[in-house]
Structures are given as C-alpha cells and as structure tokens.
C-alpha cells in the first residue's frame, strides 16, 4: 500500500517544520515547501522531500503542486496550509500595500493552492485541506489588525469550504493555534520594520511601551503559557488520521480562554479586557 501524502508550506522553522518532521516519522510521505531554495535544501539534507512553494506566486504554486503530484502518480491525500507572517501595528499606521502583501502571503496564496487541489482530491474522492488559522482569528488585540483581518478571512474561507465540500469526501479543517515557540515574532520584525514609521505616530509612545520591547527581547524569550510548535502537530494529526475530524482544533490555554472569553462575555467586557492585553 502506498503512504497517504500531505503538502505543507512553510516548513522552514517552527510549526511547518516540526509537522513535516514529525509525520514524516508516522509514515506520511510529506512534501515539505519553503519559500527559499536554500531552506529547502537545508530540508532535503535533513531526509525530507522538499521544493519551493511561495503563497504569492501563483505560477510557483501550480509548479509546486504539479511537482507533487508527479511523484504520487497524480494523488494527494492532504494540505496543511500553514506559511504566514505578522506585523504588529495600529491600524491608522498600516500602510495599504503592507496589508495587500500579507493577505497575498495568509489568505489569497491558500485560496490558489485549495482551488488547485480540490479537483484532484475529488477525483480520488477523499481529501483534507488544513489551514493554519490563530486564536487572532476569532478575537483581535491591538496592533494586530493585519494579522487578524487575514486570519477572520481564513476561518471564514475554511468554514464555507466545509460546507461546500461535505459531499465529496473533502473535509476542510481549521488549526487554531495561540502563543507557540516559532521565529513568529523574528519574522514579524522584518516586516515591521519595513513597513512601519512608528517614530512619527501619533500613538509612539504606545509603540516604545508595548511594540518595541516585544519585538526586540531576546530570542530565546517565551510568552506566557507559549508551548512548542509540537503542540500543533498533535492536533494535526488527528485532524489528519481521525475518522472524523473536528471542524476546528484550538491549540495554548490562550485560545481556548479567547474563544470562551468571546463566546459568554459581553463585547464590551470583552474589549475592556482585551484592551488591558
């Protein structure tokens, strides 16, 4: 029998790394995509089929699924679309294209690889198409806006695909994970630097309080109740083996007291307590 096969993006470091690794290991045939060649490479001497996928290049992506599909003979049994990056800043201080570029790389590259691979899982019949949402994706905090808003649009873009595909065996599930030991925060200093002239917001003091400690601690910092990017690959693979999988799978205590925070509190307590995080 052949092994079942899965896709990830973003498996350069941190969740998308450890997922690969770890179903590698349980007998998946994993391809595990990076958006740069020498991160693949890095992947391929470490024993794990690798090649370049990169959410905003949709020729890339066709490339990267066709790659795929030719070593399966034409099949594949499961995405995670797990490659995604933040930037931490106020709304009033989010440069328009900044937030065009991050839903290319969170939202619109996930919708060019699912429509692209739909057909093919309905061919064979059966299929599951992951997407790595957040705990940001059903509750805001501040300086989040771009980050949420691509985030809402995936919990609402997974929940409808549910929906559509219930009658051809697809099942489209979404991973929800809170602080977890990743090069998140790395990354997202990239990007804000790039993007940001929080030295001439009117909020810079919110940014020198708030923002900049954050973005500039040590590495090796961790989060308040932060868990490896482990923690996630256990719910991915039972969103992956189980007969049935949960629509969702929420991931860090503070997901679930978010979700439950969200679910019973009224909105403005709700926000009042938000705004103290």
Known sequence: MSRKS??????????GHD????????GWRVFATCRNEADCARLRDEGLESFVLD?????????ALDEALGRTGGTLDAIFANAGYGIPVLAEDLPTEALREIFETNFFGVHELVRRVIPVMRAQGSGRIITCSSALGFSAIRFRSAYSATK??????TDTLRLELAGDGIEAVLIEPGPITT??????KLHFDRWVDWENSARRADYEARVLPRLNRDIDARDPFELPASAVTGKLVHALEARRPK?????????HLSYWGRKLLPTRVADWLL???
């Open 6 to 15: 899965i896709l990830i993006t973003g498996c350069s470091s941190g969740i």
């Open 19 to 26: 997922a690969a690794v770890t179903l590698s290991a349980r």
């Open 55 to 63: 959410h905003t290049d949709s020729a890339g992506i066709a490339t």
């Open 152 to 157: 809402y649009a995936l919990e609402g873009y």
């Open 183 to 188: 090069k998140f925060r790395a990354n997202s």
């Open 247 to 255: 629509p969702r799978y929420r991931v860090t205590l503070p997901t």
């Open 275 to 277: 705004a103290k995080a």
